[in-house]
């Protein structure tokens, strides 16, 4: 026996998935830019950051 999606069942399926996997990538972006943001706000506090460029 053989089973068959139509047309909306596919359309659905993938429309699933990526809602799915566009949360996960959401996320895991804003999870990750909440780190780098965290080590920048603790380098500024203990007066560690780099200093800025020279203007010519």
């Keep these: ?3 068959k999606f139509s ?3 596919t359309i659905a399926s ?3 998935f990526s809602a799915v ?6 996320m895991f972006g804003r999870e990750s830019a909440r780190k780098e943001l965290e080590k920048l706000i603790e ?3 203990r ?8 203007h010519s």
Excluded: H, N, T, V
């Design 21 to 26: 996997s566009g949360w996960y990538g959401f």
């Design 43 to 45: 380098d500024l506090r």
């Design 7 to 9: 047309l909306i069942q």
């Design 1 to 3: 026996m053989e089973k």
């Design 47 to 54: 007066g560690d950051s780099p200093s800025p460029p020279p």
């Design 14 to 16: 993938a429309a699933a």
